[in-house]
């Protein structure tokens, strides 16, 4: 039960993840991040001579997905490493992958003719993932739509390259599975295998839920996170736009492709609720959701809502809200309650972030600075691949991908879903066949009839 003294907090929106290369590059502001690799940054890492496995000062990375998320994550890995080079790139269509090198070419400035050296290795298509990670790459950068992601790390991993993937690694549960045997490769095969989930990676928060997960506030009885946030954009259809591509140009909006806004954006707080849990994975889920703020064509199939309840072994409760609705309060605050006291997390505002008794008293608070978590994110890879310690977020990742998606499950279909049956489940919302043309909008689930 929410304590009455946890009042929403109404400050101004959470950065929301977008991908399109021409609305502001998302939550990654890249063009920061590149200018300042061009230059010695204090992030980037000293390359020693020999430094990785294959006795090279270069690494050479690959980027699949050249939109504001893709584009970002090729600034932060520059960023990361002064050996890091831009060695191909791919996307779906050509106007975002000119996009995308430009912006980094000129945000890279002189720098950019020995770090940005894709030459003839720009690839279009939906085969260009092959394409990058066959042009002799050492890591790529997988930040394609999510509904591709497990197909891209498997070939990735196969062909042996180390992989970054952006969350979510899957919209359904056929992923999520094919998701968790990649890792056991990747772990077989020494080979890197980070997912995005960032906050993973903030100072901020992993202190803070070390002090929770080490009993500052005894055991944790509860939990509730959120991810209350304004509306994505939506783009008219093109005339010589088909039926598919006008769906992958709002494809934020199609489940098929993004697994809706609670698997896409919101999965990031489901993480965290997996995390004050131990990434213990919950029996089952139900959900409430829908859509009161969308309609026409270019809001496709999505919600705008969900309000989902986890149960865990031994009676144990995680709550969950989430939604995509314009005029409406913000809110990204994390709430962890147990036998002693409870924990406020915010990570947009680090020195907000305490432990407290019920009683007020303070129990621990963070003090300390904040780095750009994306930037720890590859600082982090980069220099696990020179140490030829490679970072595998698998298992928990896909697990946290997977609350999410049984959550989805339970709202569209107005059912309670347990793990098991999710994870045996044979839903695949993966076309048969995948070409520019026809191609119907699914109808919006109501719960109850399907």
């Given at each position: 039960m929410l304590d009455p003294s946890d009042t929403l907090r109404t400050t101004a929106p959470a950065p929301v993840s977008t991908s399109p290369a021409d609305v502001n590059f998302g939550r990654r502001t890249f063009v920061a991040a590149v200018g300042s690799a061009a230059a010695a940054s204090a992030f980037a890492l000293p390359v020693a001579r020999a430094a990785h496995a294959w006795g090279s000062d270069t690494i050479k990375i690959g980027l699949v997905g050249c939109g504001g998320r893709g584009s970002g994550a090729a600034g932060q890995a520059l960023n990361a490493d002064k050996g890091v080079v831009l060695h191909a790139m791919g996307d779906v269509f050509k106007d975002r992958l000119d996009s995308s090198h430009k912006a980094l070419t000129e945000s890279?400035?002189?720098?950019?003719?020995?770090?940005?050296?894709?030459?003839?290795?720009?690839?279009?298509?939906?085969?260009?993932?092959?394409?990058?990670?066959?042009?002799?790459?050492?890591?790529?950068?997988?930040?394609?739509?999510?509904?591709?992601r497990a197909s891209h790390a498997a070939y990735a991993i196969e062909k042996g390259k180390h992989v970054f993937a952006e969350k979510p690694v899957a919209v359904d549960p056929a992923g999520i599975r094919k998701f968790l045997t990649i890792g056991e490769d990747a772990k077989k095969k020494n080979l890197s295998l980070m997912v995005g989930f960032c906050w993973r990676y903030h100072p901020a928060m992993r202190e803070a839920f070390a002090q929770v997960l080490g009993g500052a506030i005894g055991e944790v009885t509860s939990a509730y996170t959120n991810y209350l946030t304004g509306q994505l954009p939506k783009r008219k259809r093109e005339e010589a736009w088909t039926d598919l591509e006008f769906q992958m140009r709002n494809w934020w909006h199609h489940t098929w492709i993004s697994g809706d806004h609670i698997v896409e954006q919101a999965v990031h707080s489901v993480d965290r609720l997996?995390?004050?849990?131990?990434?213990?994975?919950?029996?089952?889920?139900?959900c409430l959701g829908g859509r009161m703020t969308r309609s026409g064509p270019e809001h496709g199939d999505s919600y705008d809502h969900f309000s989902a309840v986890y149960l865990y072994e031994g009676g144990l409760r995680g709550f969950h809200d989430c939604r995509q609705m314009p005029e409406c309060p913000s809110?990204?605050?994390?709430?962890?309650?147990?036998?002693?006291?409870?924990?406020?997390?915010?990570?947009?505002?680090?020195r907000s972030i305490k432990l407290t008794d019920y009683a007020g008293k303070t129990i621990w608070q963070y003090k300390g600075e904040s780095d750009d978590m994306y930037q720890v994110e590859h600082n982090e890879l980069f220099r696990g691949i020179r140490a030829g310690k490679p970072i595998n977020d698998l298992p928990h990742a896909a697990n946290s991908c997977m609350m999410a998606i049984m959550a989805r499950m339970a709202a569209y279909t107005g059912q309670t879903i347990t793990w098991a049956d999710a994870m045996a489940s044979t839903l695949d919302l993966q076309p048969a066949k995948l070409e520019f043309g026809p191609m119907p909008t699914p109808t919006v689930s109501i719960p109850g009839k399907k």
């Open positions: 890279m400035g002189e720098a950019a003719k020995d770090r940005v050296v894709c030459g003839d290795r720009m690839f279009t298509g939906f085969d260009c993932y092959k394409s990058v990670i066959d042009s002799g790459v050492d890591a790529v950068l997988l930040t394609s739509y999510p509904n591709f997996a995390w004050a849990f131990g990434d213990r994975t919950p029996t089952q889920a139900h809110d990204n605050t994390d709430y962890i309650y147990g036998t002693k006291g409870k924990a406020v997390i915010n990570g947009w505002n680090p």
